[in-house]
């Protein structure tokens, strides 16, 4: 397709009011579970005409390397999408898989904000595990043949596998927001998803860094591009992967990073966060809940007991090895 008939759709569409209709809200009601697909698989073949809708009607194509590269060659295959309902329809997060039948996202992908009023503080919302999702639906994609280079988000041969799994956030997590959004305080902004069947092979989970990240490094961060004003440019459930550079490190666990590029991109919610050495690569953090301030993602390594844990308890249940070797994902 040329780049005028892209243009041509997106004009289309955007004068239809298609553009970011469909995209929620932070303070929307949680979906049914009814609504969480049943476990199937999604045929390979091309994505739908609705995938080259961008979810903020953005029409001009030098807006996409914001969101980053396009995972066509599978590099990043361990994340997955996450919805409150169907992910196929609406990709609300990202996740990573850290063992076939576990995934490891934001708790404030999977948990609801409610208001809060603290006398002398400016915070005006509160994110806990007191108002969480119980299930959710999760997919993942495998990217086949690229038919056209030029166009690959529209031009891939996908597919997809959905599942379904039960919610467990951190106990200690807590995310204050000011009357803005903005992040006032965090601490332990991760979720469990224990996946009801282990994801089909060829996705074995990612490794655990065994040590904390540096001020300075460069890491690399991954995700699906989801139903979200914060995120410029891209295609809404095509995974991308971008470049960062760790700016501040805290005990808490709440890492500070910088992006490529001038524009603020918050499209990774929930995605996960590498260290890649070569071709070794290991799992360091996830990204944090969306904010109009600096960008941050939540450390595994500070956190790394509890994840353990959660890894043992998914293996048990499900009779698998919980370990995780040192390898590509």
């Known amino acids: 397709m040329s780049r005028a008939a892209y243009t041509l759709f997106f004009a289309v569409m955007a004068a239809l009011g298609l553009g970011a209709a469909g995209c929620k809200s932070k303070t929307e009601e949680p979906a049914s579970e009814d609504s969480l697909p049943e476990q199937l698989m999604v045929e390979e073949g091309l994505p739908d005409a609705t995938e080259q809708l961008r979810e903020t009607g953005v029409l001009e194509r030098d807006m996409d390397p914001y969101a980053g590269e396009m995972d066509d060659r599978n590099r990043y295959v361990a994340t997955v999408m996450i919805a409150k309902g169907n992910p196929l329809d609406s990709v609300e997060c990202s996740g990573v898989l850290v063992s076939p039948h576990l995934v490891l996202t934001a708790g404030s992908c999977v948990c609801s904000p409610h208001s809060v009023e603290t006398p002398g503080t400016i915070e005006k919302t509160l994110i806990d595990s007191s108002a969480c999702a119980k299930r959710v639906g999760v997919a993942t994609a495998i990217y086949g043949e690229v038919l056209d280079k030029q166009y690959k988000e529209t031009a891939t041969q996908v597919k997809f596998q959905l599942y379904q799994g039960e919610v467990r956030p951190h106990p200690d997590l807590e995310l204050r927001l000011d009357a803005r959004g903005a992040v006032v305080s965090s ?11 282990p994801v089909a092979a060829g996705h074995s989970g990612v490794p655990l860094a065994d040590a904390e990240v540096q001020s300075n490094e460069a890491l690399v961060m991954a995700g699906h591009v989801r139903n979200t004003p914060q995120a410029i440019g891209g295609f809404m459930r ?53 904010s109009d301030e600096q960008p941050s993602f939540t450390s595994t390594y500070v956190f790394r007991g509890w994840l353990a844990a ?20």
């Not at 095509?238 to 709440?254: D, F, T």
């Open 310 to 329: 959660e890894m043992r308890r998914a293996a048990g249940r499900s009779g698998t090895p919980s370990g995780n070797s040192k390898k590509k994902e």
């Open 238 to 290: 095509v995974r991308y992967s971008r470049r960062v550079q760790v700016q501040s490190v805290s005990l808490e666990g709440r890492i500070l990073y910088e992006q490529q590029g001038a524009l603020l991109y918050n499209g990774y919610m929930g995605g996960p966060c590498f260290r890649e050495k070569g071709t070794a690569r290991a799992l360091v953090g996830i990204a944090s809940v969306d």
């Open 187 to 197: 601490k332990a902004d991760l979720a469990a998803i224990v996946l009801d069947t």
